[in-house]
C-alpha cells in the first residue's frame, strides 16, 4: 500500500515563504505523477502543482512564479516538495500530497483530485496579513 507523510505547513505572514514535503513509501510504478492539491473552507479541492517521474512540471495559474515542486526518486522512496514563496492570505488552506501510478501529469487544469489514488494527511498553511 502506498503511503504519504507530509510536513511543512505551519503559519506564516503575507510574503513569506513555507517548504511542504511529502514522503511517498511503498509500490509506486514509475511513470507517476505526484503533486499537491489544496482545499480551503467552503471551497473545492484544487489542484496546485505536479511532477512527473522525468521532472516535467505542472503549475496552476495561481500560483506560477511563486510556488515551485520538484521531487527525488530514490530507490525506496520518492519525495517530493513544494516550495511557496511571497505567500498571500488567499494561499491559506490544507494542503494535501498525492500520487498516482501509471499516470503522466500533462496540465494541472486537467488533474482532478478522482484521478489520485494515494494521498496524504493534509497540512494547514495558514498566511496573515
Known amino acids: 500500500q502506498v503511503h504519504l507523510v507530509e510536513s511543512g505547513g505551519g503559519s506564516v505572514q503575507a510574503g513569506e515563504s513555507l517548504r511542504l514535503s511529502c514522503v511517498v513509501s511503498g509500490p509506486i510504478v514509475q511513470p507517476s505523477c505526484m503533486g499537491w492539491f489544496r482545499q480551503s473552507p467552503g471551497k473545492e479541492r484544487e489542484g496546485v502543482a505536479f511532477?512527473?517521474?522525468?521532472?516535467?512540471?505542472?503549475?496552476a495559474d495561481s500560483v506560477k512564479g511563486r510556488f515551485t515542486i520538484s521531487r527525488d526518486n530514490d530507490r525506496d522512496k520518492n519525495t517530493h516538495y513544494l516550495q511557496m514563496n511571497s505567500l498571500k492570505p488567499e494561499d491559506t488552506a490544507i494542503y494535501y500530497c498525492?500520487?498516482?501510478?501509471?499516470?503522466?501529469?500533462?496540465?494541472?487544469?486537467?488533474?482532478?483530485?478522482?484521478?489520485?489514488?494515494?494521498w496524504g494527511q493534509g497540512t494547514q498553511v495558514t498566511v496573515s496579513t
Open positions: 498525492a500520487a498516482r501510478s501509471l499516470m503522466i501529469c500533462s496540465n494541472v487544469d486537467f488533474l482532478r483530485s478522482d484521478m489520485f489514488t494515494a
Open positions: 511532477i512527473n517521474t522525468v521532472g516535467d512540471t505542472t503549475i
